[in-house]
């Protein structure tokens, strides 16, 4: 059964951090190829964060030095530290494989207002 659950999202004043989970199914956690997504209201859905097949991290332009992604491979679980959050970190953001599967999860909300 795939099935990609997503949590930890909230209300969060600028400058403020989250810590994002992903439960991911056995039969589709490779930790090597897990990342996290994040749709905007309005605009397309974009990667930000990723494990690479060498084990190494890539992190989009716009949150890199402030997000960062982990994993515990005992859970099938990936995370990701958000610290100094801004607006335009406002999101529904979800996690994959690095492709994408036609399966989506239901997302977690990260909102960042004053």
């Known amino acids: 059964q795939v099935q990609l659950v997503e949590s930890g999202g909230g209300l969060v004043q600028p400058g403020g951090s989250l810590r994002l989970s992903c439960a991911a199914s056995g039969t589709i956690f490779n930790p090597n190829t897990m990342g996290w997504y994040r749709q905007a209201p309005g605009k397309q859905r974009e990667l930000v964060a990723r494990?690479?097949?060498?084990?190494?991290?890539n992190y989009a332009d716009s949150v890199k030095g402030r997000f960062t992604i982990s994993r515990d491979n005992a859970k099938n679980t990936v995370y990701l530290q958000m610290d100094s959050l801004k607006p335009e970190d406002t999101a529904v953001y979800y996690c994959n494989p690095i492709p994408p599967l036609n399966y989506w999860g239901q997302g977690t909300q990260v909102t960042v207002s004053s």
């Open positions: 494990f690479t097949r060498a084990g190494s991290t």
